[in-house]
T-cell receptor, first 113, second 112 residues
Framework: EAAVTQSPRNKVAVTGGKVTLSCNQT?????MYWYRQDTGHGLRLIHY???????EKGDIPDGYKASRPSQENFSLILELATPSQTSVYFC????????????FGPGTRLTVL | GDSVIQMQGQVTLSENDFLFINCTYS??????LFWYVQYSGEGPQLLLQ?????NKGSSRGFEATYDKGTTSFHLQKTSVQEIDSAVYYC???????????FGKGTHLHVLP
């Protein structure tokens, strides 16, 4: 069974609305990550976390917040969604000692109208 | 800061062709290098890591060789198959943080 799951898998939101993307992992990994994937840009890191209660800004954090309430769960929050945030979002988990080996979820396709 | 450059956005080959995907990097530290693969409808997954022991990494018929002189670690496969159609990302561990720097990805399309 999948070790990193994301919900929802597809989401249509309106401009100015609030969107929450959820991620759950059963790998017992300390590190978790949120990326967005866009044609021509590849994977870009939004936020990441070293463990429950911690969040760190990645390379493109503007317009996004993150929450890590437990080892297993990591959420990405768009308080005021904009069309430029239309993208595919991936969550990943990884062991703190093996940063390069990240385990990705299946992705969430978000469309902001 | 650290960076990874992957210039080829798309590569189209026929089955049994030779694959070569170019990737170069820039870092002030000692690099930890690897390749990820993403099949359609899935998240990326680790394909191989280039080890410092012999400057090579291999998996599933793919091979990457690290060249410190040219700061490159290109991905190669002798004979591609249709099932190899996917997006390939070169990547490097950021020396200053617990994160990975990904290239922009190369979409490989293998014709039957």
């Amino acid at each position: 069974e999948a070790a990193v799951t994301q919900s929802p898998r597809n989401k249509v939101a309106v401009t100015g609305g609030k969107v929450t993307l959820s991620c759950n992992q059963t790998n017992n990994h300390n590190n978790m990550y949120w990326y967005r994937q866009d044609t021509g840009h590849g994977l870009r890191l939004i936020h990441y976390s070293y463990g429950a209660g911690s969040t760190e800004k990645g390379d493109i954090p503007d317009g996004y917040k993150a929450s890590r309430p437990s080892q297993e769960n990591f959420s990405l929050i768009l308080e005021l969604a904009t069309p430029s945030q239309t993208s595919v979002y991936f969550c990943a988990s990884g062991d703190a000692n093996w940063v390069y080996e990240q385990y990705f979820g299946p992705g969430t396709r978000l469309t902001v109208l | 800061g650290d960076s990874v450059i992957q210039m080829q956005g798309q590569v189209t080959l026929s089955e049994n062709d030779f694959l070569f995907i170019n990737c170069t990097y820039s870092t002030t530290g000692y690099p930890t290098l690897f390749w990820y693969v993403q099949y359609s409808g899935e998240g990326p997954q680790l394909l191989l890591q280039v080890t410092t022991a012999n400057n090579k990494g291999s998996s599933r018929g793919f091979e990457a060789t690290y060249d410190k002189g040219t700061t490159s670690f290109h991905l190669q496969k002798t004979s591609v198959q249709e099932i190899d159609s996917a997006v390939y990302y070169c990547a490097m561990r950021d020396t200053n943080a617990y994160k990975v720097i990904f290239g922009k990805g190369t979409h490989l399309h293998v014709l039957p």
